[in-house]
């Protein structure tokens, strides 16, 4: 492990993991990685508040700022809970939700995994018919094995959509190969001897 790779644990190790997006990067490694850089400051996460800043901040020997009022406010953390009655089976917060918190399938009703839930509520602005609400989260979810859990859940949907994207990739290769091998000649010598023969054939003027 690399010096950077080091101190990018212990950020993240920091950070509450919901995965919100709010500090301006994809999920809370990315945005240790921003810190760890020089490129982001420590008071861009509102759920981390200012305990996460003062901790942040006596990791890298930084001096204390308030929380970036560009990147919203500190508040009670909460969890999404789904009205299973109002809900359309559309699946756009199931793609919303960075931790696999969410489960269902088109056309059929969606639940929370309220122990997954991070609170990031991206899968609020998702939702087209608004049947998502949010509730205050028990105290005792907000603890090191709850932002373990989230992380590790984070890494796998991204290992996973990497794999899906990678495959979509090749197929998409596989089949301009396809079209290319049906409206390319297939072979360019016996082309151009055809064409020679054509020629040939031509009536001379």
Do not use: W
Not at 57 to 76: F, T
Not at 138 to 143: A, G, L, N
């Amino acid at each position: 492990m690399t010096e950077f790779q080091a101190i990018v644990d212990r950020i993240d190790a920091i950070l509450p993991q919901t995965q919100c997006e709010q500090c301006g990067y994809h999920g809370c490694r990315p945005y240790a990685e921003a810190i760890a850089r020089g490129e982001a400051q420590i008071n861009q996460c509102p759920p981390g508040g200012v305990a996460g800043i003062e901790k942040l901040a006596a990791l890298l020997q930084r001096p204390l700022l308030p929380l970036s009022s560009e990147h919203g406010v500190e508040k009670p953390r909460t969890l999404a809970r789904i009205i299973e009655a109002d809900c359309i089976g559309c699946t756009k917060c199931i793609q919303a939700c960075p931790v696999d918190a969410i489960v269902g399938a088109s056309k059929l009703m969606h639940t929370v995994i309220a122990d997954d839930c991070t609170g990031c509520e991206l899968c609020v602005p998702a939702c087209p018919v608004d049947c998502i609400v949010l509730l205050p989260m028990p105290v005792e979810q907000i603890d090191m094995a709850h932002a373990d859990a989230a992380r590790a859940h984070f890494q796998r949907r991204e290992a996973r959509l990497e794999r899906q994207r990678a495959q979509r990739e090749a197929e998409l290769a596989a089949r301009k190969v396809a079209v290319d091998a049906t409206t390319s000649p297939v072979n360019p010598v016996l082309a151009a001897l055809a064409r020679a023969k054509a020629k040939q054939q031509e009536p001379k003027p």
